[in-house]
């Protein structure tokens, strides 16, 4: 396997781009050993024995594939985050979404008579003031009160 690494250095030069994006034919590399002279080189270039590659672009098919994955709800734990709750839900939001799980809640139970009107409107208040952090804890509360069977949910 002969050295062509002056070959290569005037083919690139030749070519217009890096060493690294000229192709030589391996069939071929014992003919192209003698060609010392820049005629030479083009000549090879004109005989298809020494290409320009394509220039290598970044593929995106990972990139991609995150994506597709990000949408899906994955890579979103605590190692992912960057700033602060506040920067991803505000405290506002965090309420709403809280607050009304929580009505919604204390809405079924009141429709389907698991627990009286006055109830209902003891642990809604309670609700408002923040007083539960979710609707487990609000259920917890109302079986610690005695006001919610153990068996329902």
Known sequence: ???????????????????????????????LADAVTRKDI?????????????????????????????RKGRHSGPGSRRGSPQARATKKQRWMRRIRAQRKL?????????????????????????MFRSRAHLLLNLRLAGRLPAEAA
């Open 1 to 31: 396997m002969p050295d062509l690494s002056n070959q290569r250095r005037m083919a690139a030069q030749i070519l217009k781009c890096g060493e690294g994006r000229v192709w030589i034919d391996p069939s071929r590399q014992e003919d």
């Open 42 to 70: 083009r000549g090879a270039i004109k005989a298809r024995v020494i290409q320009r590659l394509p220039v290598r672009g970044t593929s995106r098919a990972r990139a991609r594939r995150h994506a597709a994955e990000v």
């Open 106 to 130: 204390l809405a079924e139970l009141r429709a389907s008579k698991r627990i009286e009107p006055h109830v209902y409107r003891e642990f809604y208040q309670r609700a408002k003031g923040g």
